[in-house]
């Protein structure tokens, strides 16, 4: 998950050089990289073009859509049961279980 935010913060960035004359360090603050240096490298990383080449349209560029997250719930068939009441009866055990010094009913 974590990776396809970086590379959706990425695209966007990409997207966005294209249309905003910002410095690269506008850029890459805005994308949460501490220096140019590290988001141009991540950038070329993905893209094959650093963000100045980018800007200039050289090259193709990766492109990742958003992440959409579906759950979908389905009920389950209602359980058929029924109660009957029996004799008591006592559980003996060999073994060692977290519930034997505590009232069971």
């Known amino acids: 998950m ?3 935010i970086r590379h959706r913060h990425l695209t966007l960035a990409a997207q966005e050089l294209s ?4 410095k690269v360090i506008d850029f890459a ?4 990289y501490d220096t ?23 090259g193709k ?4 859509n958003r992440l959409i997250i579906q759950v979908n719930l389905k009920g389950a068939k ?3 049961y029924r109660i009957v009441e029996r ?3 006592q559980v003996v ?8 010094k505590r009232k069971i009913w």
């Open 2 to 4: 974590g990776e396809h």
């Open 19 to 22: 249309r905003i004359q910002y």
């Open 29 to 32: 603050l805005k994308r949460g």
């Open 36 to 58: 140019p240096e590290a988001f141009s490298k991540a950038f070329h990383r993905q893209h094959g073009v650093t963000p100045s080449e980018a800007r200039k349209h050289r």
């Open 61 to 64: 560029l990766a492109s990742y």
């Open 78 to 80: 209602p359980m058929k």
């Open 87 to 89: 004799e008591g009866f």
């Open 93 to 100: 055990s060999s073994g060692s279980f977290p519930w034997r």
